[in-house]
Nanobody
Framework: QVHVVESGGGLVQAGGSLRLSCAAS????????MGWFRQAPGNEREFVAA????????YYADSVRGRFTISRCNAKNTVYLQMHDLKPEDTAEYYC?????????????????WGQGTQVTVSS
């Protein structure tokens, strides 16, 4: 099992930036694909971005492509989500997840271990 902890959320004005971090611990975490998802009140969880174990493969939701960047540092077992040009519609609880078997995926059901989330609030 992988223990995942998100950090870096907060309150920011529209147009601002935040960087979320996801610290993962467990066996061979550096070989796992990792993903970011988000859920706003009253909405279903949605895919944001994902990255393969080497960082060579990345996927983004259309709504964030060009504004968000996912990256990872395997030496630190940490995945990052750099968010620029934030919009009020980006307001949500952001979750990091690890996928033990398999490559990059946009499907949350493919991921095995999830963090508790970090809140991002973008004011207009």
């Amino acid at each position: 099992q992988v223990h995942v902890v998100e950090s870096g959320g907060g309150l920011v004005q529209a147009g601002g930036s935040l960087r979320l971090s996801c610290a993962a611990s467990g066996r061979t975490v550096s070989t796992y694909a990792m993903g970011w998802f988000r859920q706003a009140p009253g909405n279903e969880r949605e895919f944001v971005a994902a990255i393969g174990w080497s960082g060579g493969s990345t996927y983004y939701a259309d709504s964030v492509r060009g504004r968000f960047t996912i990256s990872r540092c395997n030496a630190k077992n940490t995945v990052y989500l750099q968010m620029h040009d934030l919009k009020p519609e980006d307001t949500a609880e952001y979750y990091c997840a690890s996928r033990t078997v398999g490559g990059v995926s946009r499907n949350g059901y493919d991921y095995d271990d999830w963090g508790q989330g970090t809140q991002v609030t973008v004011s207009s």
